[in-house]
């Protein structure tokens, strides 16, 4: 199994609403990504968790949780989010994240297309 | 942050026709990724190259990790319509950000 899974493929919320997006893998990676990227524009980091741990969150409001329950799964939790949260989230992994390393290559996951209304 | 200056930010070309794009940042890199995005899916990643003046290829693509490593290029032969969609040059690894560069979409014609 070489691959990332993403669910669901689609998302539209309200302001008020909570919800979760869930990413898998089973290629036994210990470094999880999140990313969002706005439509013509680079992915950008939100949150990277290292064997489990969260080692690095890139100034995200707090309106999005990330929860690592373990070493395949990583969901990230949204709850009272801007209509300017709306974007693609894409979740990726890697075997490590450290030094120069073919351990570093990301496999990216086919994204989750949010709309908040 | 860390920036990626990738070029150019958009192609149109002739099926057939060859194609390079080129990525340059201010500082020295480890490491330089290649990836393709299709519209509504996630990046793939095409090529990775981890030492100053390493050239790689993968079939029709060849990237080159520059000497100075502050710069990375990367070549597609001979065109064809399903290479269109959106390059991106990035870096990640140890301490450094997983950073990408802002993309080049290419369009091939038949």
């Known amino acids: 199994d070489t691959e990332v899974t993403q669910t669901p493929k689609h998302l539209v919320m309200g302001m008020t609403n909570k919800k979760s997006l869930k990413c898998e893998q089973h290629?036994?990676?210990?470094?999880m990504y999140w990313y969002k990227q706005k439509a013509k524009k680079p992915p950008e980091l939100m949150f990277v968790y290292s064997y489990e741990k969260l080692s690095i969150n890139e100034s995200v409001p707090s309106r999005f949780s990330p929860e690592c329950p373990n070493s395949s799964l990583l969901n990230l939790h949204l709850h009272a989010l801007q209509p300017e949260d709306s974007a693609l989230y894409l979740c990726?992994?890697?075997?490590?994240?450290?030094?120069?390393?073919?351990?570093?290559?990301?496999?990216f996951g086919p994204g989750t297309r949010l709309t908040v209304l | 942050g860390q920036q990626l200056n990738q070029s150019p930010q958009s192609m149109f070309i002739q099926e057939g026709e060859d194609v390079s794009m080129n990525c340059t940042s201010s500082?020295?890199?480890?490491?330089w990724l290649w990836y393709k995005q299709d519209p509504g899916e996630g990046p793939v990643l095409l090529i990775a190259l981890y030492k100053a003046g390493e050239l790689t290829s993968n079939g029709r693509l060849t990237a080159q990790f520059g000497i100075t490593r502050k710069d990375s290029f990367l070549n597609i032969s001979a065109s064809i319509p399903s290479d269109v969609g959106i390059y991106f040059c990035a870096r990640s690894g140890g301490s450094y950000i997983p950073t990408f560069g802002r993309g080049t979409s290419l369009i091939v014609h038949p």
């Open positions: 290629m036994g990676h210990r470094a």
């Open positions: 500082s020295i890199f480890n490491t």
């Open positions: 990726a992994s890697s075997q490590r994240n450290m030094g120069r390393s073919p351990y570093n290559e990301q496999f």
